[in-house]
């Protein structure tokens, strides 16, 4: 497979890929599910999932940024640049027939123009912003923007979209804002402006908010839950698995005594009259495993969890193997995923470290090799 002796790798099960999107699709369907597979496919390799998302009948991709729409060229998928496109990517965006998102009128026009000097049609998703204040025609302004873009020359109003704020709860606010699109939606096409593709939902909102699958959309985006890292505190009416197992090695095995501190800034000591084993492994937060777990996070040698001890190093992260008497150096250690009758988790993992499993996973570093394989029904 061409593996190499690695010191820290990602087993990346692409069965669970399949599985995922099956699921996902079947609950959406009939609306069209379009994988987000930005920052590196969430640092799981961007052109292998888009693959295997391809393999399962996906039509559209998205992606943050033209880079990452250049590097999936040829997978056979509409690529939808989600962020904005700046003046000097609009030539190539048009040449290679990328989906830009549109924020607003002298994008558009910038767009209309470059297409029309290529002698050719450029589809557009334009973007609305329904209370993210990040990018987006604002709601109040849209039906005349929106109005104005669809009179230019050379422009497919292939899509139009938007992104919540919040997802992960049905709050009033969150519901307001999905509704006040769908007017909107229906407004534009009252007007003859109609759109091929129209989407709100995004992986957490697909589980709790119903109304992000009815009409008038027509499609879904989903990245983390493909990724089987469901975040939503909804309930789920369908089940994914987790695509990633993250792994080290044990590099060393020490009997420190009472009182010896572990690690940088002496942040850890031993404190058994006994002492305590120590294992280092190979895995730091040069790799993704976050500085933020130092004394928080646990891994599992031999099916048995082990705290972190000590500041999580550049290169290295030490836990204790008092549950574990047997260790030995070269062990296997499970830093994310099931071994034995044991898990860490990703949710768990980001509680200890204060984050989310998004910012874990895209973390991985480079040199933590990605191994993909398959694991049928997990």
Request: glycine share 10%.
């Amino acid at each position: 497979m061409g593996w190499t002796v690695a010191k820290a790798w990602a087993e990346i099960d692409e069965s669970a890929w399949v599985d995922n999107f099956t699921a996902i699709q079947k609950h959406v369907a009939p609306l069209k599910l379009m994988p987000v597979v930005k920052a590196n496919a969430y640092g799981m390799g961007a052109r292998r999932t888009s693959s295997s998302f391809r393999a399962c009948g996906a039509t559209h991709l998205a992606v943050s940024c033209l880079d990452e729409g250049l590097e999936l060229l040829g997978v056979g998928a509409d690529i939808l640049i989600l962020g904005a496109s700046l003046g000097d990517e609009i030539p190539l965006v048009v040449a290679h027939g990328l989906i830009p998102s549109v924020q607003d009128v002298s994008t558009a026009r910038a767009l209309s123009g470059a297409a029309a000097r290529a002698g050719k049609r450029l589809k557009i998703h334009i973007k609305i912003d329904s209370g993210m204040g990040r990018f987006g025609i604002p709601l109040e302004q849209a039906r005349a923007t929106v109005a104005e873009i669809a009179q230019l020359p050379s422009l497919d109003l292939d899509g139009i979209f938007s992104h919540l704020a919040v997802s992960r709860s049905r709050d009033r606010e969150t519901q307001n804002s999905v509704a006040d699109f769908a007017v909107l939606i229906r407004d534009l096409a009252a007007q003859g402006i109609r759109f091929a593709y129209r989407h709100v939902g995004n992986s957490t909102a697909i589980a709790g908010l119903p109304e992000v699958c009815g009409d008038p959309f027509n499609m879904v985006r989903s990245g983390i839950d493909l990724q089987g890292g469901h975040v939503s505190a909804l309930p789920r009416p369908y089940q994914t698995r987790p695509v990633l197992t993250l792994k080290a090695r044990l590099l060393a095995v020490r009997h420190m005594l009472m009182g010896a501190p572990v690690g940088y800034g002496r942040t850890y000591r031993v404190t058994k009259a006994a002492g305590e084993r120590i294992g280092v492994v190979s895995i730091g937060y040069a790799d993704g495993y976050s500085r933020h777990l130092s004394n928080k996070g646990v891994m599992l040698v031999r099916g048995q969890r082990c705290p972190v001890t000590g500041l999580v190093c550049m290169d290295y992260s030490m836990i204790s193997l008092e549950s574990v008497p047997d260790a030995q150096v070269g062990d296997e250690v499970v830093v994310i995923g099931r071994q034995g009758n044991d898990m860490v988790s990703l949710a768990e993992l980001a509680r200890a470290a204060e984050t989310i499993p998004y910012e874990l996973m895209c973390g991985l570093g480079p040199r933590v090799e990605r191994r993909y394989v398959a694991r049928a029904g997990g």
